[in-house]
């Protein structure tokens, strides 16, 4: 079975631009969650989604959006970028929400703002 | 503060060493789980813990929940090389969203 698969990997945008980034989870699962890792603030919880609808959000501000379509796969958005946005965006899906229910992650999207 | 406290940040240590690192809140987790993490890549789940005092071993790895479940600690016999990495805890109090501990970087030496 394919894992959880993220593109691109790597990505680089100026401040003031937005950006999407994609999900895959693997088949079958249908959670997925985002979170954001820096070396400063470690692995943080963005967003949760679940059968298209958002279930759990993080403590970030409104820039950064998501969504989960009908075959699970999900995006993330983030517009009007800023400098403390570069980070790794990580994905992760498991077969529903909750507690107990495993995750997998994917390899990642690596963003760089300049 | 970070709800999930983990030590230490940092270990080097030589093949072929035992360590332990841990995992500690004031919070309780109906289950806790640890990663591992290499760079570039996203964390690999390794275990669950689930009941309270559980111990769970993986090959070399040993995992312990506390009987509280506020901590859990990771112990590692006869490091290899191929053990290094960040290693983290998380889970998910009360039914809120799932938290991450900093980790801790355990690098191996040959």
């Known amino acids: 079975k394919a894992g959880v698969t993220q593109t691109p990997r790597y990505l680089i945008k100026t401040r003031g631009q937005q950006v999407t980034l994609s999900c895959s989870p693997i088949?079958?699962?249908?959670?997925v969650s985002w979170y954001q890792q820096t070396p400063g603030q470690g692995l943080q919880f963005l967003f949760e989604?679940?059968?298209?609808?958002?279930?759990n959000k993080g403590n970030f501000p409104g820039r950064f959006s998501g969504r989960q379509f009908s075959n699970s796969r999900s995006e993330m958005n983030v517009s009007t970028l800023e400098l403390g946005d570069s980070a790794l965006y990580l994905c992760?899906?498991?077969?529903?929400?909750?507690?107990?229910?495993?995750?997998?992650f994917g390899p990642g999207t690596r963003l760089t703002v300049t | 503060t970070q709800l999930l406290e983990q030590s230490p940040q940092f270990l080097s240590i030589q093949e072929g060493e035992n360590l332990t690192v841990y995992c500690n809140s004031s919070?309780?987790?109906?289950?806790l789980q640890w990663y591992r993490q290499e760079p570039g890549e996203g964390p690999v789940l390794l275990v669950t813990?689930?009941?309270?005092?559980e111990v769970k071993k993986l090959k070399r790895l040993t995992f312990q929940f506390g009987d509280a479940r506020k901590d859990s600690s990771l112990h590692i016999t006869a490091a290899q090389t191929g053990d290094t990495g960040l290693y983290l805890c998380?889970?998910?109090?009360?039914?809120?969203?799932?938290?991450f501990g900093a980790g801790t970087r355990l690098t191996v030496k040959p």
């Open positions: 813990v689930v009941t309270g005092g």
């Open positions: 919070s309780v987790f109906s289950s």
């Open positions: 998380a889970g998910a109090p009360l039914n809120n969203d799932m938290r």
């Open positions: 989604y679940f059968s298209e609808t958002q279930r």
């Open positions: 992760a899906s498991s077969i529903a929400m909750g507690v107990g229910y495993e995750q997998y």
């Open positions: 088949s079958g699962h249908r959670s």
